[in-house]
T-cell receptor, first 114, second 112 residues
Framework: DTEVTQTPKHLVMGMTNKKSLKCEQH?????MYWYKQKAKKPPELMFV???????INESVPSRFSPECPNSSLLNLHLHALQPEDSALYLC?????????????FGPGTRLTVL | DQQVKQNSPSLSVQEGRISILNCDYT??????FLWYKKYPAEGPTFLIS?????DKNEDGRFTVFLNKSAKHLSLHIVPSQPGDSAVYFC???????????FGTGTRLKVLA
């Protein structure tokens, strides 16, 4: 199984809503990532978990809250988002024993904040 | 400050010919480089990587060249096929980090 799955595929939420994005992989990868991608821009790193611990937070606003409940799952909790947070949110995973590893990406969640 | 740049936003190539996609970087601490392909509404798919200890890596139709002194890498696809039409991103990381910086992307169109 070389797949990273993300749910939901699409999400529309209001600025006062609380929602969560989910990511799952069963490749035994111990590094997992959240990226944000705006139209016609490259993916921008938001968070990295290695061995279920947060290792990188790229100064992301606190309205985005990541969680790694176990080695296969990664969540991104959303609260009080702004319209400018509308984007494609990509999850990725990689081996963690050597930091120079290719990442496997999920298909993304297309988020629209109204 | 864009540390990884792909100066050609788009490229059109005839089927069967060579596609060359370029990528420049500014951070001399980058030591691992990757190329990804992305179709609309899908996540990026890994193509090929290269470590800074090498200057060339091949995998089938894909070859990546690294010129460390020029801080430049390129991806060669030969022969190009219509299914190669996608957006291509290069990415770079610094030794000992999980942080990957993506380039701005080049949209490749292979004409049948």
């Amino acid at each position: 199984d070389t797949e990273v799955t993300q749910t939901p595929k699409h999400l529309v939420m209001g600025m006062t809503n609380k929602k969560s994005l989910k990511c799952e992989q069963h490749m035994g990868h111990r590094a997992m990532y959240w990226y944000k991608q705006k139209a016609k821009k490259p993916p921008e790193l938001m968070f990295v978990y290695s061995y279920e611990k947060l290792s990188i937070n790229e100064s992301v606003p606190s309205r985005f809250s990541p969680e790694c409940p176990n080695s296969s799952l990664l969540n991104l909790h959303l609260h009080a988002l702004q319209p400018e947070d509308s984007a494609l949110y990509l999850c990725a995973s990689s081996q963690a024993d050597r930091v120079a590893n290719e990442q496997f990406f999920g298909p993304g969640t297309r988020l629209t904040v109204l | 400050d864009q540390q990884v740049k792909q100066n050609s936003p788009s490229l059109s190539v005839q089927e069967g010919r060579i596609s060359i996609l370029n990528c420049d970087y500014t951070n001399s601490m980058f030591d691992y480089f990757l190329w990804y392909k992305k179709y609309p509404a899908e996540g990026p798919t890994f193509l090929i990587s290269i470590s800074s200890i090498k200057d060339k890596n091949e995998d089938g139709r894909f070859t990546v060249f690294l010129n460390k002194s020029a801080k430049h890498l390129s991806l060669h696809i030969v022969p190009s096929q219509p299914g190669d039409s996608a957006v291509y991103f290069c990415a770079a990381s610094e030794q000992g980090t999980y942080k990957y910086i993506f380039g701005t992307g080049t949209r490749l169109k292979v004409l049948a």
